[in-house]
């Protein structure tokens, strides 16, 4: 689940974990790509994103753990499910049955023994068209080009740089309202992780025992959003063309950067949709 933008404060500093720690964050992390991979085949025309949710909620209960989302801030659902214009934050809803052509993300954060693992995908629902295709590969792409550009002692400004140009050559808006953000011990810690250089990002060094997601949402059109009154958590864009987001869990440490939320089945850098 993304975190709202905060541009007007400077950064705060972010916890930084041992390897004991990194350890516990490790299994929360393996669970939810594994999530990620249960539901990845269920994903297809014809189920509602209440099944979805339905499906999240009862794999993440009986292994004996927590989705992070459910009653977070009143939100209603274990996982999240954005459909097309939708960029983040979507409420399942039995009513919205995906249909072939759609593009949906799935957001999910599992709490494994008090520690959180926030992961993302994008699925495509049946016969998808080449533009919702281009879009999905160049999020996917400018998650890992994100994710390459984060190294010990760097700066976050140099992640968000990177994707922004990545995504501005490929003629895509980058969302500048909700950003990557740290998780560990909470769902939302420092350091905020924005998409585009935003310079509060470049006081923020990326230091070992630092993790956090990378996580750029991509739209067709305007990187400007839209949240929906009457939820209060819906964010679409604003003038409704589809949007794409996917998300890995992070790790500094000082020998690199350890993707922690990568699972058996799931699409490794490089992978082509």
């Known amino acids: 689940m993304s975190a709202a933008m905060h541009t007007t404060t400077a950064p705060a500093p972010a916890p930084l974990y041992d390897e004991l720690e990194l350890d516990s964050i490790r299994r929360a992390c393996a669970f939810n790509g594994e999530l990620l991979d249960f539901l990845r085949p269920r994903v297809v025309p014809g189920v509602s994103t209440a099944e979805i949710d ?4 009862e794999y993440t209960l009986d292994h004996g753990h927590r989705p992070a989302p459910l009653g977070y801030k009143q939100f209603p659902a274990a996982v999240c499910t ?15 049955v995906l249909r072939d052509g759609d593009v949906i993300n799935v957001d999910a954060t ?16 049946g016969d998808v068209d080449d533009a919702g295709r281009a879009l999905v590969q160049a999020t996917f792409d400018a998650m890992h080009v994100g994710i390459r550009a984060a190294r010990p002692y760097g700066t976050a400004i140099e992640i968000g740089r990177a ?20 998780v560990g011990a909470g769902f939302h810690e420092e350091p905020g992780i924005p998409h585009y250089p935003h310079p509060n ?3 923020v060094v990326l230091k070992p025992g630092m993790v956090f997601t990378v996580e750029p949402m991509l739209n067709e059109g ?9 939820d209060k958590w819906t964010v679409r864009t604003k003038d409704g063309k589809r949007s794409a987001q996917f998300e890995h869990t992070i790790a500094v440490t000082e020998a690199g950067i350890e993707i922690l939320t990568e699972s058996p089945d799931g699409p490794r850098a490089g992978y082509l949709f």
């Open 82 to 96: 954005s459909v097309n214009e939708v960029v983040c934050h979507g409420i399942p809803s039995e009513g919205r």
């Open 163 to 182: 994707v922004y140009l990545f995504a501005r050559y490929h003629g895509y808006g980058v969302v500048r309202e909700y950003q990557g953000h740290g």
């Open 54 to 57: 339905r499906l999240a909620h």
């Open 110 to 125: 599992t709490v494994v023994d008090g520690w959180h693992g926030d992961s993302s995908e994008m699925f495509l629902v």
């Open 201 to 203: 990002a470049a006081r």
């Open 222 to 230: 305007t990187w400007k959003t839209r949240r929906d009154k009457h």
